[in-house]
């Protein structure tokens, strides 16, 4: 007899806090230097406003690219569905990653805790994305240096 394994909200939590304890010993323990506080600082003073400029400047993008696939939904029968299948899941990412960090933005600025952790979860979709995508600069790149900064600034978040 076969079971059936599906993942369960505990699963997923502790998953996650498993990365979250090896990226905090890898990141900040073990990291081979440390960024200086003055810098932390101001990544922490000024990153939310960086963001709040990086999510004005993404909205556009988000639009264009669930636009751009539903005007070639119907041409994807043609062509195949691959491109409409990527450039869809693209905007779904995209929208998913936007929707945590306006939502972790209020509370970048009061330095909440629930806040640092929503854009840890950001990162975490955006490494999923990049390894569906087969972007693999992207992946570890862009996720080790994304976790490498929220790491070294968590200390400041409460």
């Not at 640092?116 to 972007?135: D, E, G, H, P």
Request: hydrophobic share 50%.
């Amino acid at each position: 007899m076969e079971t059936k394994q599906t993942k369960t909200p505990s699963d997923i939590k502790s998953l996650i806090g498993q990365i979250e304890t090896q990226c905090d010993l890898y990141l900040v323990k073990k990291a081979p230097f440390a960024i200086p506080e003055n810098i932390k600082e101001m990544i922490v003073k000024y990153g939310p406003y960086l963001s709040l400029i990086l999510i004005v400047m993404s909205l556009p993008v988000i639009l264009a690219t669930l636009g751009v696939s539903s005007l070639l939904m119907p041409l994807s029968v043609i062509g195949g569905a691959g491109f409409n299948f990527m450039s869809t899941l693209s905007g779904i990412f995209l929208l998913v990653t936007i929707i945590l960090q306006i939502v972790a933005l209020p509370g970048l600025f009061k330095r909440a805790a629930s806040s640092w952790r929503l854009m840890f979860y950001s990162t975490l979709i955006n490494a999923i994305y990049s390894l569906f995508s087969f972007n693999l600069g992207g992946l570890i790149i862009g996720t080790l240096l994304s976790l490498y900064v929220l790491f070294q600034i968590k200390s400041y978040y409460r």
